[in-house]
Nanobody, 119 residues
Framework: QLQLVDSGGGLVQPGGSLRLSCAAS????????MAWLRQVPGKGFEWVSE????????FYADSVKGRFTVSRDNAKNTVFLQMNNLQTEDTGLYYC????????????WGQGTQVTVSS
């Protein structure tokens, strides 16, 4: 059974950092790209970042470019999102997701981990 488990969220002050993790199981992790999305209050879902199966090609939303870094450890079936210089507008529920490979579609999601940036 395919499962994605998100963790690492929390409360942080503006300018702070968090590292999110997503542990995957039930599929051949190292053959799939992985993505991070977030649900921001009042704005719906926003795509944040995506990483190819080898971890060598990565993409970021303009809003997080230069502050967030996506990576993966295929030996541990885990994808990470290092978030630095967090801002209040980064507050939201963060999900890792498995892209279907066809357009911006995702067939499996983690349960989400809450990130709150507040002073």
């Amino acid at each position: 059974q395919l499962q994605l488990v998100d963790s690492g969220g929390g409360l942080v002050q503006p300018g702070g950092s968090l590292r999110l993790s997503c542990a995957a199981s039930g599929f051949t992790f190292n053959t799939y790209a992985m993505a991070w999305l977030r649900q921001v209050p009042g704005k719906g879902f926003e795509w944040v970042s995506e990483l190819n199966s080898e971890g060598r090609k990565f993409f970021y939303a303009d809003s997080v470019k230069g502050r967030f870094t996506v990576s993966r450890d295929n030996a541990k079936n885990t994808v990470f999102l290092q978030m630095n210089n967090l801002q209040t507008e980064d507050t939201g529920l963060y999900y890792c997701a498995k892209p279907t490979g066809t357009g911006p579609n995702y067939d499996y999601w983690g349960q989400g981990t809450q990130v709150t940036v507040s002073s």
